[in-house]
C-alpha cells in the first residue's frame, strides 16, 4: 500500500498569510494526487486534482504543486472560511490511499 | 448536477450486516469514466478508502484488502444506485460512511451516515 504522510499535522495562523502543507507519498505516484478540505459535521470537498489542477469553482488563493513524491498545498492568502482540516489523496493506485490530514486553525 | 443521497440504519448489532445505499442523480452507475466508492471516516482511522464499482464494457470491483473477506459493492442499474454491504460487523467498524464518485478525484460525495456498532 502507499503510504501517505502529511506535516503539519495542526496549524494555527492569522488571516492575511500564506499557509504551507506537505504530502509525502511512499512511492512515486507521479501526478495522481488530490487535495480536499473538510470542515466539521460536512463531507471532504475536493480542490485540487492530479497535483495542481484546480476544481472549478475554487478560489484561486488556493495551489497544488509538486510531483513523484513531493507534493505542497499552499493557501495564498488565508481567509476565515479556510478554517479546516486539509487531505491529501493518492489515486495512483488501489488501495486508494488519504493523507492524515492537517487542521488549519486562524488565530 | 450530479448528487448522492445515502440511505441506510445508524444502528447495527455487532457480528450483524451493515447495508447502505448511495442513489445517484445526475450520472449513470454504469458510466464508462467514472469509479462509484464507499468510504469511511472515524477518528481513530481516518480516512479509509473501502472499495468501489465500476463499468467498462463489464463491471468490476476492487476491494482494500483489510475488509476483502467481508464487503460486496453492487451496482442497481434499475435504480442507478449501488450499494454497500460490511458483513460481520465490529465496534471497530463504527465510522461516518460515505458513497463518493471518482473520475479520477473524488469529486462528489454523498452526506455521509454516521453508523454505530452497538449491542
Known amino acids: 500500500d502507499i503510504q501517505m504522510t502529511q506535516s503539519p499535522s495542526s496549524l494555527s495562523t492569522s488571516v492575511g498569510d500564506r499557509v504551507t502543507i506537505t504530502c509525502r507519498a511512499s512511492?512515486?505516484?507521479?501526478?495522481?494526487l488530490n487535495w480536499y478540505q473538510q470542515k466539521p459535521g460536512k463531507a471532504p470537498k475536493l480542490l485540487i486534482y492530479g497535483a495542481s489542477s484546480l476544481k472549478s469553482g475554487v478560489p484561486s488563493r488556493f495551489s497544488g504543486s509538486g510531483s513523484g513524491t513531493d507534493f505542497t498545498l499552499t493557501i495564498s492568502s488565508l481567509q476565515p472560511e479556510d478554517s479546516a482540516t486539509y487531505y491529501c489523496?493518492?489515486?495512483?493506485?488501489?488501495?486508494?490511499?488519504f493523507g492524515g490530514g492537517t487542521k488549519v486553525e486562524i488565530k | 448536477q450530479v448528487q448522492l443521497q445515502q440511505s441506510g440504519p445508524g444502528l447495527v448489532k455487532p457480528s450483524q450486516t451493515l447495508s447502505l445505499t448511495c442513489a445517484i442523480s445526475g450520472d449513470s452507475v454504469s458510466s464508462n469514466n467514472v469509479a462509484w466508492n464507499w468510504i469511511r471516516q472515524s477518528p481513530s482511522r481516518g480516512l479509509e478508502w473501502l472499495g468501489r464499482?465500476?463499468?467498462?464494457?463489464?463491471?468490476?470491483?476492487d476491494y482494500a484488502v483489510f475488509v476483502k473477506s467481508r464487503i460486496t459493492i453492487n451496482p442497481d442499474t434499475s435504480k442507478n444506485q449501488f450499494s454497500l454491504q460490511l458483513n460481520s460487523m465490529t465496534p471497530e467498524d463504527t465510522a461516518v460512511y460515505y458513497c463518493?464518485?471518482?473520475?479520477?478525484?473524488?469529486?462528489?460525495w454523498g452526506q455521509g451516515t454516521m453508523v454505530t456498532v452497538s449491542s
Open positions: 489523496q493518492q489515486n495512483y493506485n488501489t488501495p486508494l490511499t
Open positions: 464499482t465500476y463499468y467498462r464494457s463489464k463491471w468490476y470491483n
Open positions: 512511492q512515486s505516484i507521479s501526478n495522481y
Open positions: 463518493a464518485r471518482d473520475p479520477g478525484a473524488f469529486d462528489i
